[in-house]
């Protein structure tokens, strides 16, 4: 849970730096994924936007935020319209994050406790 709330985290920082001074977060369950969506009035990202967050960005004041919440979930999509950008992540809830304590789920029968 830690990672999806430092990939939030870094979202939210992505919008009130590049994102027109706006934004807003909404977050809910969708059966065992936790799901953040995150939308400003930003003027968007140029390119391919399916490249955004696969490289960590050259500059070391920025450059990084998508990075990070692609890496530090389950996935990561980012849709960019007119009224500004919006990036959705999602946790599934049942399987424990690389480097996390488990989620409490039950193990797989057979698995080692």
């Known amino acids: 849970m830690t990672n999806f709330v430092l990939a939030v ?3 939210m920082t992505d919008t009130i730096r590049h994102g027109g001074g706006w934004g807003r977060v909404r977050l809910h369950c969708d059966g065992p994924l936790l799901v953040c969506v995150v939308s400003d009035r930003g003027p968007g990202l140029p390119g391919d936007l399916r490249q955004f967050g696969l490289l960590a960005g050259a500059d070391p004041e920025s450059g990084r935020g998508l990075f990070l919440a692609r890496q530090l979930t389950d996935d990561m999509r980012v849709a960019d319209n007119p009224a500004g950008l919006t990036v959705t992540v999602t946790m599934d809830l049942c399987v424990p994050a690389a480097g996390e304590a488990g989620t ?3 193990a797989e029968p057979g698995a080692p406790e």
């Open 9 to 11: 985290q870094e979202l």
């Open 104 to 106: 409490g789920a039950p």
